[in-house]
Each structure stands twice: as C-alpha cells, then as structure tokens.
C-alpha cells in the first residue's frame, strides 16, 4: 500500500506541468478553431470536418485530464491513475490525422476519384469509426494498461506509415505539377502543408512516449515506475493538443484574428 502511494505521488509531480501548461493553451485555441469550422457552411463535404473532429478530442482532453488528475490529488490511487484522457489523445490524435493525410493524398493524386466521394455521409461515416475506436482505447485504458499500449503502438505506427507514404506522394505530384514544374495548384499547397504538418506532428509529439513506455518496461531500473524522461515525453505528447489547432490556425492565416 505505501508503495502504491509513492508511485502515484511520484505520478502527481511528474505529470503536473501537463496539466499546468497544456489546457490552458489548448482550450481557447481549439474552442477557436472549432468556432471557425462550425460557421463555415458544407463543411461535411472537406476534409476540414476531421480538423473540426481532431479539434474537439483535442479539447475534451484538456478538460478531462484536468479533471481525472483533480480526482488524483484526492483519490490517491493507482488505478486513478489510468486517465481516460490518454486514450482520447493517443488514440484520436493520430487517427483523425491519418484520415486528413488520406484525405489530402485522394484530393491531389486522383482528383477524378475525389469528386465521387464529396458525399458528406462518407466522411461523417468515417468520423464515426474514428470517433468509434478512440471511444475503444479510452475504454482500454481502465481495462488493461499493458493491452492499451499495444493496440496505441499500433495505431500509432500505422498512422506514421499513411501519414509519410502520403506526404511522399503529394511531394512526387508537387514536382509534376505544371509544364515548367514551377506551377502548383493551389489545392495542391494545401493539401502537401496538411500532411506535412501531420507528419511533423505524429513524429515529433507521439512518438516520445512510446520510447519512453519501452526504455521504462525495457530499460535500467532508474526508469521505473517513472522519471524526469517520462514527464518530458507526456508533456510532449499532451502539447499536440495545442499544436495541431495552432498549425490549422497558421495554415489558413486566422491566427491574427484571435486579437
């Protein structure tokens, strides 16, 4: 039991500049973007109703793991410890990423094909199943942590391989584009900087903790149950939920209107 109460004190410090720094930045941001996409008419037809999606995981994390670590401090526990919120952001996060990726890489490489699938229940179907199995590995993550990141592991490299197969890809179509190979269409621009900003992301947010999760199973003894390595990588992970709705902010130049 005491040692139990250790660890989870151990969690509380460790993950407390998660929980500090991220919602804070990621609520408004994303709360914005969502603003943005809800006012924008036909929006089931674009791939920006998988940005609007990601947006809304996004902010239902800052929410929730603020809540679940609240429940922590005071509920000191082990089992408290298994935040639903990973699920949300480890499981959706690179999903919806992936679907924005596919999304892109049809719109550029087989335009003809693209037009047949403007259908909005096609994407809103797709953002069911997203929305289905992210729903799974928040469920997982009280069931079985181990069996969680197996199936986090997989998503993960997964969405990593679809997300660099389409951003090489568009880039190969890029350097076709145009009789001089100096005109891009600007679809085109936009849809390399979607997947290039989802390729940085996935790379440089989610794949942090999963080295840290083996170097802590695989590693020497200094790494467990946690270390000043695990929080870095979950404060990582955790800044995507701001990151990702700041890129699209970027992207579409309505940053300056948060003023």
């Avoid at 996409?37 to 239902?60: H, Q, R, W, Y």
């Avoid at 990423?97 to 550029?108: E, G, H, T």
């Avoid at 790494?223 to 902010?249: E, G, N």
Wanted: proline letters at 6%; glycine letters at 6%.
């Amino acid at each position: 039991m005491g040692n139990s109460t250790a660890e989870t004190e151990i969690f509380l410090w460790y993950f407390l500049p998660t929980v500090v720094t991220v919602p804070p930045l990621g609520l408004p941001t994303n709360a914005w973007v969502i603003y943005l996409l809800l006012g924008k008419p036909g929006i089931c037809s674009t791939s920006e109703i998988f940005t609007l999606n990601l947006a809304v995981i996004d902010m239902l994390f800052c929410i929730t793991v603020v809540g679940e670590y609240i429940d922590l401090w005071f509920n000191q526990s082990m089992e408290a410890t298994s935040f639903l919120a990973w699920g949300l952001n480890q499981g959706g996060g690179p999903l919806f990423l992936c679907l924005l990726s596919l999304d892109s890489y049809v719109a550029v490489c087989h335009p003809l094909f693209f037009l047949r699938l403007k259908d909005p229940k096609l994407r809103l179907s797709l953002c069911l199943v997203g929305s289905a199995i992210t729903a799974a590995c928040c469920l997982l993550v009280k069931v079985s942590a181990g069996y969680k990141w197996n199936v986090i592991l997989a998503i993960i490299s997964f969405s990593t391989v679809v997300v660099t197969t389409c951003s090489t890809l568009i880039l190969k179509s890029l350097r076709q584009s145009g009789p001089s190979k100096k005109e891009v269409h600007p679809v085109k621009k936009r849809a390399f900087k979607i997947v290039l900003s989802a390729l940085v992301i996935i790379n440089v947010h989610y794949l942090p903790p999963i080295g840290e999760y083996l170097l802590r199973q695989l590693g020497p003894t200094s790494f467990k149950p946690y270390s000043v390595v695990t929080c870095v990588a979950y404060w990582i992970l955790s800044m995507s939920s701001f990151v990702q709705p700041l890129t699209y902010l970027i992207r579409t130049k309505q940053l300056p209107k948060i003023s």
